[in-house]
């Protein structure tokens, strides 16, 4: 079974300057995706941004860029220039890209804080 | 917005009773999956539909039930409610055309 592991359980940065989330996970297969999902107090699940595995550029998203790293199963966020509204937990997530076997594997979330 | 909704927002249960949760995901979102996220952990998956058929469960009893409606609309049903199924219950649907599940706000669940 795959495993997702989220090493730091708590970060904090001051506005303006960048963090990287770490994450690493554990699989045999060698076709699925990867997310970042943001949680903030309003608990509602928001992705921040996907990785394919096939793909060997690394996504971004605005502020956000991952650092995927197939061979070493890591699969890290960076945030630059940091803002409040960045405050939440922040989730790693895998799943394959088999039909009928979709469920997301979540890590145990980072809560990050963004210090005024 | 991800344009998924769940009811009610919040809900307390004693012990025994059962419990009903609902979500409605967008048209086009054939998968709807459902999470327990307990708190301070991450969301652990329960089971999913597709197309009013379940096909992924994930290491919860058969207390945990669902059903998957053709208006995109679905159900989590708890029976026999123990104080550890106190959580964040949270569903997630997605297009057949992607991998990426959208979710909804939550339903935070208390068992008494």
């Known amino acids: 079974a795959q495993t997702v592991t989220q090493s730091q359980p708590e970060m904090s940065v001051q506005e303006a300057e960048t963090v990287t989330l770490s994450c690493t996970y554990d699989?045999?297969?060698?076709?699925?995706?990867l997310f970042w999902y943001k949680q903030p107090p309003s608990r509602q699940m928001i992705l921040v941004i996907r990785?394919?595995?096939?793909?060997?550029q690394n996504a971004t998203e605005n502020r956000f860029s991952v650092n995927f790293q197939k061979a070493a199963k890591s699969f890290s966020l960076k945030i630059s220039d940091s803002q409040l509204g960045d405050t939440a937990m922040y989730f790693c997530?895998?799943?394959?890209?088999?039909?009928?076997?979709?469920?997301?594997?979540f890590g145990t979330g980072t809560r990050l804080t963004i210090i005024p | 917005e991800t344009g998924v909704t769940q009811s009610p927002t919040h809900l307390i249960k004693t012990r025994g009773q059962q419990v009903t949760l609902r979500c409605s995901s967008q048209?086009?979102?054939?998968?709807v999956s459902w999470y327990q996220q307990a708190l301070g952990q991450g969301p652990q998956f329960i089971f999913q539909?597709?197309?009013?058929?379940?096909?992924g469960r994930g290491n919860f009893p058969p207390r945990f039930s669902g059903l998957q409606f053709p208006n995109y609309s679905s159900e989590l049903n708890v029976n026999a409610l123990e104080l550890d199924d106190s959580a964040l219950y949270l569903c997630?649907?997605?297009?057949?055309?992607?991998?990426?599940?959208?979710f909804g706000p939550g339903t935070r669940l208390l068992v008494l």
């Open positions: 997630a649907s997605r297009l057949d055309s992607e991998e990426t599940q959208y």
């Open positions: 699989t045999s297969e060698s076709n699925y995706y």
């Open positions: 990785q394919e595995a096939y793909k060997q």
């Open positions: 997530a895998f799943t394959f890209a088999n039909f009928g076997n979709e469920k997301l594997t």
């Open positions: 048209s086009g979102h054939n998968t």
């Open positions: 539909y597709y197309r009013e058929e379940e096909n």
